[in-house]
């Protein structure tokens, strides 16, 4: 009878696990869903409230949260296995990898069922929280598969990230599915209600912050003529340098059909110039044979932006993933280096140490890499009104990081334009994805952001998150849009960054050690009321 027990135990909780971590899966950006689906994503995490909430056992609890994170991993960036050689660390590898996270995220959330009822999905929110937020961080982060992708139906709610950042989004749609989950399993349901209404409330609040700030639109400044070409090529295919070359050039050039009427700024995608441009100047006026590089730009008479390599070291031969700033006579304004690396594929960790060169030698066939960018700033043209417009430009998935995007911005920027490579990801849900996460920055920093990719999605997201413009995916295409420029501010996230995840940390770490000190204090205080103690030590 017990082992019976047993068996439909760990049934369950096997069941809730499966279902928690498909519906997750399915509120992120997916095949089916193109930008995610909230309906989903609210109520995710209710049977893995479930599962560990009936557990006892703190090795189940862990196991269960591992292969969560597992699951959602494989079922939501499956597209990782498209990267080429690095399919290995990318997705097997980061797989097991998020496994084993979550074996103490999983014990944590476990101890959050000793606390009283109506604190236990306060605590499971904060500790989910803390997980997505210390996975985002790092040079080994990986902002994706996060609570926060679900919402993007959800436009009056997440409007809350100008303030607390997409952390304080996760945190209310994982309360949500605490709430409710506690709701379906406690046995006296009124213990709960105070944790419920107060939930409610926090989403009403939430709720109402957004529309008043969809109701009072910031007043714009100017706007910046602005060209994006999507050549729908693949830089990594052999051949394809000279072809993306030609391919950009004829689609810019579609778009400024009388010669008197150039655009403030044509915006390329990453990886189009395969050689550093200062130092292969003359490569650049032969290549493409057809229509010279430079001599295009002086037909086209406006500046430049383009994913390019720049030198840093020419003595150790050292390379920086950049973009470029190109004016129409051929000179290089300026450049911005990559400082967020994607990790094995960009950049080798820790191959300052000759073992650890010769162990990727090995495995890999290669130890060298990238050199991170070390500077945090902003580029600058002039429009047609002779308005100066500054713009950050994070390369690829760098506009999914938080925190490194602000801190481009707090240069004065008042425009964040970037660049990405995702063509080889061969899958629509890797193209929704990136946007999804990188649309949040316009939020947070109440900037216009523009993405020019090679694949797709290119698009212009306007400071509410909503789509201005935009290109279909993997077609060959280019437009000419008016982007709406708003003056510099520094919203609440932009000035004190990721507070509320360290908030969380703060209140569970406080919470961890007074309680249970608290428990004991009440504890002996009782025995010593009923004259327990005083016995047992008088015997």
């Keep these: 009878m017990i082992k019976m027990r047993v068996i439909m135990s760990i049934s369950r909780s096997t069941f809730l696990l499966l279902l928690s971590a498909l519906m997750l899966s399915l509120g992120i950006p997916n095949e089916f869903f193109k930008l995610g689906s909230s309906i989903f994503g609210i109520f995710s995490l209710v049977p893995l409230y479930l599962a560990i909430r009936d557990t006892s056992s703190y090795r189940r609890a862990g196991v269960l949260t591992g292969a969560m994170f597992f699951l959602v991993h494989l079922m939501s960036s499956f597209w990782l296995a498209n990267f080429k050689d690095f399919a290995l660390f990318t997705l097997g ?53 996060t609570l926060v992708m679900t919402s993007r139906e959800l436009i009056p709610l997440i409007q ?41 409330a926090l989403i009403l609040l939430s709720t109402t912050y957004g529309l008043i700030r969809l109701a009072n639109p910031p007043e714009m400044e100017t706007s910046l003529d602005t060209i994006l070409v999507q050549n729908n090529a693949d830089p990594w295919e052999n051949g394809a340098i000279r072809k993306n070359l030609l391919s950009s050039q004829k689609l ?45 730009l002086g037909d086209i008479n ?24 190109i004016d129409s006579d051929g000179t290089q304004l300026d450049w911005y280096g990559k400082i967020q690396l994607v990790c094995f ?45 500054r713009f950050a430009a994070p390369i690829c998935f760098e506009d ?7 801190r481009l911005h707090n240069t004065g920027s008042n425009l964040l334009l970037n660049l ?34 090679n694949a797709g999605y290119s698009v212009v997201v306007d400071p509410f998150g909503r789509v201005l ?38 209140l569970i770490i406080g919470l961890f050690i007074v309680y249970p000190i608290a428990v004991r204090l009440r504890l002996v205080k009782n025995l010593g009321k009923y004259g327990i103690i005083n016995n047992t030590v008088s015997r």
């Design 400 to 406: 999914a990081f938080s925190s490194l995007t602000a």
């Design 160 to 200: 809350i990230a100008d303030l607390c950042g997409n952390w304080g989004i996760g945190f209310l749609i994982c309360l949500f599915s605490a709430v409710c989950a506690e709701l379906l399993a406690a046995k006296n349901r009124r213990s709960v209600v105070p944790a419920a209404l107060f939930t409610l």
């Design 93 to 145: 590898g980061s797989a097991m990898f998020y496994f084993f996270l979550g074996i103490p995220i999983g014990w944590a959330l476990r101890y959050s069922f000793r606390f009283p009822p109506s604190w236990r999905p306060f605590l499971f929110a904060a500790i989910w929280t803390l997980w997505e937020w210390v996975k985002s961080i790092g040079f080994l982060a990986y902002p994706w598969g």
């Design 252 to 296: 810019t050039r579609k778009m400024i059909p009388k010669p008197n009427n150039p655009p403030d700024l044509v915006v390329w995608s990453e990886s189009i110039l395969n050689l550093p441009y200062l130092n292969n100047r003359d490569y650049y006026e032969r290549i493409p044979r057809e229509d010279p590089f430079v001599s295009f």
């Design 469 to 506: 413009y935009d290109m279909p995916l993997f077609v060959a295409d280019s437009i000419r849009v008016p982007v709406p420029i708003y003056p510099h501010t520094k919203t609440v996230y932009a000035r004190f960054g990721d507070w509320f995840p360290a908030f969380l940390a703060m």
């Design 302 to 325: 406006a500046p430049l932006l383009a994913g390019s390599p720049v030198i840093v070291d020419e003595y150790s031969n050292l390379y920086s993933n950049s973009v470029i700033l």
């Design 420 to 453: 990405t490579n995702d063509s080889w990801s061969k899958t629509e849900s890797a193209e929704y994805q990136h946007f999804v996460i990188a649309s949040f920055r316009a939020i947070e920093l109440r900037t216009t952001l523009v993405r020019s990719t």
């Design 345 to 389: 594929a960009e950049y080798m960790p820790f191959t300052e140490y000759k073992w650890v060169r010769s162990f990727f030698d090995s495995i890999v066939g290669f130890s060298s890499s990238w050199v991170p960018g070390s500077e945090y700033k902003s580029l600058s043209l002039e429009n047609k009104e002779g308005k100066t417009i």
